[in-house]
């Protein structure tokens, strides 16, 4: 029964390349979300997903990111020229459903680090 | 627009004893959830308890239980019998009770040290 699943847990880029994180829901979740944790601060929501569907990007920034849930195969969260402002953990979560009823399940986090 | 406030940067606790912590939030929603994450030093968000806005009856797990103050928009985390395994950052969180609107707001923790 494995849990939500992000890979990789620790990614180290250069300013102006591109990071792409991946997040694999829990089996039977249809529901994604990804939230960035700055250094000492709180979760911030970025992106709101359902297959094939973006629901919710209020959280993200306009420019340089970008997020997808394919049909098939995990979530993608995309961070174009990045930037050292960008370093940062990304946490995906997933839920059966969607609303509060239905918890949101976390996985481990990426960890950005921008050179 | 929904903010979370956690006025503890920091707490500590010796083992056994009980832990209070403090949030408010803000909100002109009159339905929404609330929700305390624990994040151990392994980073994995847990969710720890949560209780919905329209109960009156506050929410327990274990040894875990809230101070639910509506009109005060109040939402404390005590912790009994505090075990060296509750060392983590502890995150309030608050959800609208909207179709479509469920994503979190967090607010930036606070830091528990249960001490031997």
Known sequence: NAGVMQNPRHLVRRRGQEARLRCSPMKGHSHVYWYRQLPEEGLKFMVYLQKENIIDESGMPKERFSAEFPKEGPSILRIQQVVRGDSAAYFCASSQGADAVNEQFFGPGTRLTVL | ?116
């Open chain 2, 1 to 116: 627009a929904q903010t979370v406030t956690q006025s503890q940067p920091e707490m500590s606790v010796q083992e056994a004893e009980t832990v209070t912590l403090s949030c408010t939030y803000d909100t002109s929603e009159n339905n929404y959830y609330l929700f305390w994450y624990k994040q151990p030093p392994s980073r994995q968000m847990i969710l720890v308890i949560r209780q919905e806005a329209y109960k009156q009856q506050n929410a327990t797990e274990n040894r875990f239980s809230v101070n639910f103050q509506k009109a005060a928009k109040s939402f404390s985390l005590k912790i009994s019998d505090s075990q060296l395994g509750d060392t983590a950052m502890y995150f309030c969180a608050f959800m609208k009770h909207a179709a479509g609107a469920n994503n979190l707001f967090f607010g930036t923790g606070t830091r528990l040290t249960v001490i031997p």
